[in-house]
Each structure stands twice: as structure tokens, then as C-alpha cells.
């Protein structure tokens, strides 16, 4: 929405008032080029090219380097070594990348880029100690990763070094305690002792109580992990027994003892706990020790006292069932009778599910049908709401993750009525695709067929998914017997003109040849005219998307025209143009895309396929493209993209030039010149349309002035009417 004339004049009093921040400009300018590099580097991590991916993650980080504050410095390395990369992954991006390599060559290289972040993890500011010590033990784990113990060392080195200048004490002692956990990782003990002195000095300054406490609780831990329970559990005996933080502190000092093997100790840990829950799974985690060590009779002994312990708390059924869950590893059967007992119908789902997957694992087919009656007799006791169909989602997705197919398929028929979008197509479809990965296409097909007719999409993508399966096992028939055994005409010529595909892919001619003939004898006779058509524009495409034949385009086109339903063939056309993309020939994809009736929607997939065309360095592709379209504010979007592509390349002849055209288009862009939006309802939030011509304009003209040619910059900024407006932004531009 744009904003009305009142609007724009009243917030016109401060849009070009005041001083420019030069340090907020450059900010703003070398964090969109981050950004950008950043998209690249995850864009072409995905699409399996780690080298570029690394190449631009390089630049990326040489890029934070110049940021003028060490405030967004901090902010911007946090984002790629300390902050999660999203709520649901823990792995920062250097993680993921550092998952993903697979050559010694590419292990090098990500050392290079490691080494790269350790120099601006080392030009931070004393004021962002903290934040500085927490990079270099995030780095240190990374080399740790790659084998590299030295540089990792080294690391852990320049953390103390940064821990030392933190003022805060509880913020120092947890930094201290991270170090000393980083060197035990390395199992490297000389300095680890010291360190948690030091941390344990700290705590004598710490003020306030809940921060203390947790202090006190990570530094118990570190202790038992470096093998000193006796001081680990005198630094918990500092925490009040009334705080959670004691019993659970003194339960992962038994999960130390554990993992070092001493059972004894471990158990005399337990024993100390005082808040039951905690206690009783405590016993548990022993007595699975126990158990996997042949002390079956003592290991029974301790999970008896777990789950009477258990049964005795404010919340048996949730606290019965987390001893359960430990239980049934060593004695599934007696969990089993246990988990009957349990109350609550969530809680006792939850036990005999993990207790049927484990008998899944063991092959028990007949305890898995079983447990697995048990689980759905047990649903009935629960309303079908929301909370209903979110039990049933958790099973399919449970089932799922452990390989579980057979399974998941038993728990998908409570998802019929579901109205969320976990729905019984989507689980259907969800365990085609990841059981034919798998190799188990029994189980595939059966879901793929179960999926609820008039579910198209997800009927197709299940279909597709198995016939690439096929294909990659070099079966054909199999995929065409599949095809055949669905009903929905759409569904059969769809998944027949992907496997058409697939096999022209493959330079199967005969095969493909006799599969398409047979295609179009079955699309011959559909009766509906439109759909007769989208199919055959389908199937033009197949061929059209391995080489250009003149008299195929030409029957393309005579084929589009007759579809009289527009919506009907612009449909058919979003499918030839995204066919196209994948098929990497973008200048075709442009002239399908051309064709579209709705200038908003013709307009969106020709962005789409600039972005996928400069995503893939086609430059020169989309420069011709660019110059077929009709839209100025398009044009020069697209032309400072590919022109940061080359500055970011450091080819910048060519980057000039592209200005250069961008600038031309920008002086075409229709009144107004300057213009605002208002995001959200009359008084929200205003901002400027960063599509406008002076917007362009300055994007232009910040660009040269970054590239070293504030002369032309400003002659850029010339050409903007508004006075007020070319003098701010020539204030922006001196910032260079």
C-alpha cells in the first residue's frame, strides 16, 4: 500500500533530516553483500558444489571482516560459529558445512576458511570477550572435527586469552568451564584443573543466586567429566536440595560415572539425589549399565526401585514413564505389562510405541503387532482434537525416523479427518518418499496407492519419487505397471510424462520413444479438451527440454492456443517453464514464461528464472533475458545482482558496465520518483519503496561509490530531483 499524500508529507519532516552515519551506511551496504554471498554459498552447498560453496563462504567472511563496528562484526561471526542456524537445526553454518565434507581436498579448503574466521574472531574488541571466548571454543570444536588437534589448541588458547578480559564473573566462570570442557574433549587434562579453579574462584563474586547456582551446576559437571566426582558432588552439595538444579546436576554426574565406567561410583551418586524423579531414572541409567554388562540380577533390582520410586511422585505417569522408556532397552516385555498401568493415554502411547520399534529392530514381528494394537486400543481413550491427530503425526514421524514403514502405515489411518496439514495424503506420501530410499518399494507402492484420490500432488510426487527409485535400479516395467494401477487420469499422464523424461535423461531413445507413442495414444483419447491439451504441451516439453527443434516450439505453440481456459494454460505453462529450469535452458523457460496472461505472474517466473539462471552463473544468459523484458525497475534490479555477482569476483570491468545499463533502465522508472509503503494498517509501519527511481538510483550510485568512483557516484545522484533527497544521499555516498 502506498501512503496517502498526508502520510507522506508528514513523515517527509525526518525521511532527509540530520547527520548520516557513515558507519550505519557501510553497515548496511557490506551486510547485504554478506548476505548475498552467504544465499550463494548455502545455494551451491545444497546443490552439491562445495567448492563454490566454500569459495563463497570465504568471501562472506572477508566481507565481516570490513564491517566498521565491531558491535555487527560480533553479531555477523556469532551468526556462522555461535548462534543456531534455525530453531530446529543446533548446527551454525560452519557446522552444516563442516557435515558435508567428503575430500581431503575440500577438508583443506574448509581449514582455509576456519583460519579465515579466527582473524576476525581475533580483531574483536575487548568489550566482546565473551562473545570472543565462545567463537574460539565453537572454532576449536570445528578443527577438533576435521582431526586438526593443534589448531584446535591453539584455539582454546586464544579463547582463555579472550575469557581473561570478560568482566562479568558468572559470564568469565562459564567461559572458563567451556574451555576446560573443549580440552577434555581433546582429552587434553594439564590445564583443565586450573581452569576450574579459576571458575570456581569466580564464584565467590557472583551476586546474584540463580546465576551462581547455574555456575556452580556446570562447574560440578566439568569436574565429574574430568573423573573428580568427589568434588563434583561437594560443588553440588552448594546448590540448595530444594532446587531442581541439584538432583539433576548430581544425575548427569552419574551419567559421567557412567560413561567412564565406574558403575559403583555411579551408583552411589544416585543415591545421593534427593527430588525422587530425578532419582529414579538415575537408577535406571545404572541398571541399563548394569544389565549391558551381565549384571542381570542387580541391573533388575535397581530398575524395580526406579519404577516404584517412580510411582510415588506428584506426576507418576509422566515420571514412570521416562524410567520405562530406560527399562524397556534391557526387559521390553516386562516394560510392556508395566507401561498397561500407566494412567495417562499420551504417556503410555509413548512407551509402547518406542517399546514396539525396538521390537521392530530385534525383527519381532509378532510382539511389533502386538504393542502396536496395544497403541491403538489406547487411542481411543483419547478425544480426536488437535492434541489427537498431533499423537498420530508424532507415530508416523517416529515410526518414520527409526525405518519403521510398516508401521507408520498402521498409525496413518487416525490422520483421515485431520484438518492440519499433516494430513493422510501428506503421511502417505511421506513414507513413499522414504521408504523407496530404502529400497523398499513394497512399502512405497502400498502407501502411494492409499493416498485418497483427488490428492493429486501428493499422489504424483509419491509416484515420481518411486519410479526414480526404478529408474535408478535400471527398471522400467515396474514403473509402468505402477502408473497403470492409477485411476485419475491426471495422475497416469503426469507420472508418465516424468518418466519419459527421466528416460530421455538417460539417452534411453527406444525406450523412450515407444513410452512416449504410448503416451500420446492414451492423451489422444482423454475428453476433456483442456486437460487433452495440457498434456500434450507436457509432453512437448519432454523432448523440447533435451534440444530445440524448430517444428516441436512451432507445435507447442499451435497447442497452447487452443487451450481455451486461460487459467488452463497458464497452468500448463507454469509446468513447461519450471521443466525448463531444471533442465537449465533459461532462454526457453523466458519465451514460455513470455506467453502468460497475467502480467503479475508473468513477471514473478521471469524473476524465478533470472534468480536460477544467476544462481547457476549463466550470466550471459540473463543479461539477454534482461533485455527482453518490458519492466525498467525489474531491469536494474537484476543488473546490479549480476553486477555485485562480478565486484564479488572482483571482475570489475565487467561490473562497471553492468552499472552502467542498470543506470540507463533506472532513469526509465515512471513517476514517483521517491515513494513510501505502508506495511500493515493506516499508521503502521512506513517504508520506502526500494523499488522506485531513487531508490535505483542510489542503489547505483553507492555501488560506485564502494567500487573507488565517488566522481560517477555522484553524477549518478544527479539525475534525482527532490534536493533535499540527492544532498542526503550524496551524504551517503561521501561515507565511501
Request: one cysteine or more; glycine letters at 4%; a negative charge.
Amino acid at each position: 500500500m502506498l501512503a496517502s499524500p498526508a502520510q507522506a508529507q508528514s513523515s517527509e519532516q525526518w525521511r532527509f533530516e540530520g547527520e548520516v552515519s557513515c558507519e550505519l551506511v557501510q553497515f548496511q551496504v557490506i551486510d547485504e553483500n554478506i548476505r548475498d554471498l552467504l544465499g550463494q554459498a548455502q545455494y551451491a552447498q545444497t546443490s552439491g558444489d562445495l567448492t563454490q560453496a566454500i569459495d563463497r563462504l570465504n568471501s562472506a567472511i572477508a566481507a565481516i571482516q570490513t564491517l566498521p563496528r565491531a558491535e555487527d562484526k560480533t553479531i555477523a561471526i556469532g551468526s556462522l560459529l555461535v548462534i543456531s542456524h534455525t530453531n530446529n537445526d543446533p548446527l551454525t553454518l560452519l557446522e552444516i558445512f563442516q557435515v558435508a565434507l567428503s575430500t581431503q581436498e575440500e577438508s583443506l579448503r574448509f581449514q582455509q576458511t576456519l583460519a579465515q574466521a579466527g582473524t576476525v574472531i581475533a580483531s574483536l574488541d575487548v568489550g566482546y570477550s565473551s562473545r570472543k571466548a565462545e567463537a574460539w571454543v565453537r572454532l576449536a570444536s570445528l578443527y577438533r572435527s576435521l582431526e586438526q588437534i593443534d589448531l584446535a589448541t591453539t584455539a582454546l588458547i586464544q579463547a582463555q586469552s579472550a575469557a581473561t578480559t570478560i568482566a562479568d564473573p558468572a559470564i568469565q566462570a562459564n567461559a572458563l568451564i567451556d574451555i576446560a570442557e573443549g580440552y577434555l574433549a581433546l582429552e587434553q587434562t594439564a590445564s583443565v584443573g586450573s581452569l576450574l579453579q579459576q571458575a570456581q574462584m569466580l564464584t565467590a563474586e557472583i551476586e546474584q543466586d540463580t546465576h551462581k547456582q547455574t555456575v556452580l551446576a556446570a562447574l560440578a559437571v566439568a569436574y565429574a567429566h574430568l573423573g573428580e566426582s568427589d568434588q563434583a558432588i561437594s560443588l553440588t552439595q552448594s546448590i540448595s536440595p530444594d532446587n531442581y538444579r541439584h538432583s539433576f546436576t548430581l544425575q548427569q554426574i552419574v551419567g559421567a560415572d557412567l560413561d567412564r565406567g565406574n558403575l559403583d561410583t555411579a551408583l552411589e551418586t544416585a543415591s545421593l539425589i534427593p527430588k525422587t524423579p530425578y532419582r529414579a531414572i538415575a537408577l535406571s541409567q545404572v541398571g541399563l549399565a548394569q544389565w549391558q554388562g551381565g549384571q542381570r540380577e542387580s541391573a533388575i533390582a535397581l530398575f524395580e526401585q526406579a519404577v516404584a520410586l517412580a510411582q510415588t511422585t506428584e506426576n507418576p505417569d509422566y515420571d514412570l514413564a521416562q524410567v520405562l522408556e530406560i527399562y524397556g532397552q534391557a526387559q521390553p516385555g516386562e516394560t510392556a505389562a508395566i507401561a498397561q498401568t500407566l494412567q495417562n493415554p499420551d504417556q503410555k502411547i509413548k512407551v509402547l510405541s518406542q517399546l514396539a520399534l525396538q521390537y521392530h529392530h530385534q525383527g519381532d514381528a509378532a510382539a511389533v503387532t502386538s504393542l502396536t494394537a496395544m497403541v491403538l486400543e489406547t487411542l481411543q481413550e483419547i478425544p480426536q482434537d488437535w492434541q489427537w491427530f498431533l499423537v498420530q503425526e508424532q507415530l508416523v514421524k517416529n515410526s518414520l525416523a527409526a525405518g519403521a514403514y510398516d508401521q507408520a502405515i498402521t498409525y496413518v489411518d487416525g490422520l483421515a479427518n485431520s484438518t492440519s496439514y499433516y494430513d493422510l495424503a501428506v503421511a502417505l506420501n511421506d513414507i513413499a518418499q522414504q521408504a523407496v530410499k530404502t529400497g523398499n518399494f513394497d512399502t512405497a507402492i502400498q502407501a502411494a496407492v492409499a493416498i485418497p484420490a483427488g490428492r493429486w500432488d501428493e499422489q504424483t510426487e509419491a509416484l515420481t519419487a518411486i519410479i526414480s527409485g526404478y529408474l535408478e535400479q535400471g527398471q522400467t516395467a515396474p514403473a509402468l505397471q505402477l502408473i497403470e494401477s492409477f485411476s485419475e487420469e491426471s495422475v497416469v499422464i503426469g507420472a508418465s510424462v516424468y518418466l519419459v523424461q527421466q528416460l530421455y535423461a538417460t539417452d534411453r531413445v527406444d525406450e523412450t520413444n515407444g513410452l512416449l507413442a504410448a503416451v500420446q495414444n492414451r492423451v489422444a483419447l482423454l475428453s476433456e479438451p483442456d486437460m487433452k491439451m495440457q498434456a500434450q504441451v507436457d509432453l512437448l516439453t519432454v523432448p523440447l527440454s533435451t534440444e530445440m527443434k524448430a517444428s516441436l516450439w512451432t507445435e507447442l505453440e499451435t497447442t497452447l492456443q487452443q487451450i481455451a481456459d486461460t487459467w488452463s494454460r497458464d497452468a500448463a505453462l507454469v509446468r513447461a517453464t519450471d521443466r525448463m529450469v531444471k533442465a537449465e535452458h533459461y532462454s526457453l523457460a523466458a519465451e514460455l514464461a513470455w506467453l502468460m496472461s497475467v502480467d503479475f505472474e508473468q513477471q514473478q517466473k521471469i524473476s524465478e528464472i533470472l534468480e536460477a539462471a544467476i544462481a547457476a552463473e549463466e550470466y550471459d544468459t540473463a543479461q539477454v533475458l534482461l533485455q527482453q523484458s518490458t519492466l525498467p525497475a525489474q531491469q536494474t534490479h537484476w543488473l546490479l545482482n549480476l553486477s555485485d555477482r562480478y565486484r564479488q569476483q572482483n571482475q570489475l570491468p565487467q561490473a562497471t558496465a553492468l552499472l552502467e545499463q542498470a543506470e540507463a533502465f533506472a532513469l526509465t522508472i515512471p513517476d514517483p520518483e521517491s515513494r513510501q509503503i505502508i506495511l500493515g494498517r493506516e499508521g503502521h509501519t512506513i517504508v520506502e519503496d526500494d523499488r522506485d527511481r531513487a531508490s535505483q538510483l542510489e542503489a547505483i550510485a553507492l555501488r560506485y561509490a564502494q567500487m573507488g568512483q565517488p566522481t560517477i557516484a555522484t553524477a549518478t545522484l544527479d539525475h534525482i530531483e527532490d534536493t533535499d533527497l540527492r544532498e542526503y544521499l550524496k551524504q551517503k555516498v561521501g561515507c565511501w
